[in-house]
């Protein structure tokens, strides 16, 4: 598309947008704390955690989270004034885990199939607290959790451009335990309730673009059905997904999707930001939550592991 402005094309289509960074795996020494306080891998001090349902605005897009027994949930991600799909009830909208999670030896909790919604410890990981910050260009907000039976510390970033309506998402393990850890997936972003949970088919379009050598971007449009993720009546455990395997992150696809709500008139699109193996799916959860999972490298897709030492 030669001749267009990418600011100006971000902030006139009025399409929602989300941010995917690989996820970073990172390891340094845990920081000693005075009695009461909680002292993250950054050497910040947080005050007790607060388990109630908030929301964070970004320009254009307002984050909503819940909790369920002391862990944090995602909601929904939505441009300002616009009501979450039909069917979902509220005020308590159906949330899914706000970091996936998989480590080497732990049994998923949920009937996921090829899916990334059930990994442990990101199903347990208790909310710790989190902390926002102006920046250069706008603010950063980190969410902090925990996992005490493998002693992981997880931090969740967003970060904000300006006034465009486009959130940076990435996430970062340390290990603050004794032993190595082995990290199979970790996802850069989830998003949820992208429709009802009973007319995503009606209500969701699938944009991806084909990728090779001499024949780039060539961008397809299908419903959920005609990429693999089809309404069973209950839930599937199988996503329609799309990724990309070794140093060639546009191989195959571009790095990219959309996923276009034509009911509520919202699209969610994101670009992976790695230069190699990267994964992407759309399916719904057991409580038929439909989810997108945003990732960088796993073990499943690109016998992508990390040995994450104390």
């Known amino acids: 598309m030669p001749g267009i402005d990418r600011r100006a094309f971000l902030l006139g289509t009025g399409m929602l947008t989300a941010g995917a960074l690989t996820s970073k795996l990172r390891a340094y020494a845990s920081k000693s704390a005075a009695a009461g306080q909680v002292v993250n891998g950054d050497n910040v001090v947080l005050s007790p955690p607060v388990y109630e349902p908030f929301e964070w605005a970004a320009p254009g897009l307002v984050f909503s989270f819940e909790f369920f027994d002391k862990r944090i949930r995602s909601r929904t991600l939505l441009p300002p004034g616009v009501a979450p799909p039909k069917d979902i009830p509220l005020p308590t909208a159906i949330s899914g885990i706000e970091t996936s999670l998989h480590c080497t ?170 230069n190699g193996t990267w994964h992407w799916e759309l399916a719904n959860t057991g409580d038929k939550a439909v989810y997108a999972y945003i990732g960088g490298p796993d073990e499943l897709h690109g016998q992508a592991w990390k040995s994450l030492k104390p």
Do not use: C
């Open 105 to 274: 030896g732990e049994d998923p909790n949920d009937h996921h199939g090829l899916k990334f919604t059930g990994g442990s410890p990101g199903a347990r990981l208790v909310y710790v607290g989190r902390r926002e910050v102006s920046t250069a260009t706008g603010k950063r907000l980190r969410i902090y959790q925990s996992d005490p039976v493998l002693g992981l510390e997880v931090e969740s970033i967003y970060e904000t451009f300006a006034n465009l309506p486009v959130v940076r998402r990435s996430a970062q393990v340390t290990n603050v335990g004794r032993q190595n850890v082995g990290i199979e997936y970790l996802s850069s972003a989830m998003l949820y309730n992208l429709a009802s949970p009973r007319r995503f088919e009606q209500e969701l379009l699938i944009h991806y673009a084909r990728n090779t050598w001499q024949a780039e971007a060539q961008w397809q449009t299908v419903k959920p059905s005609q990429a693999g993720f089809i309404d069973n009546g209950n839930f599937t455990v199988s996503p329609a997904s799309f990724d990309s395997i070794g140093t060639w992150s546009t191989q195959r696809y571009l790095p990219m999707g959309l996923v276009e709500n034509r009911e509520l008139g919202v699209t969610w699109f994101w670009q992976i930001e790695h």
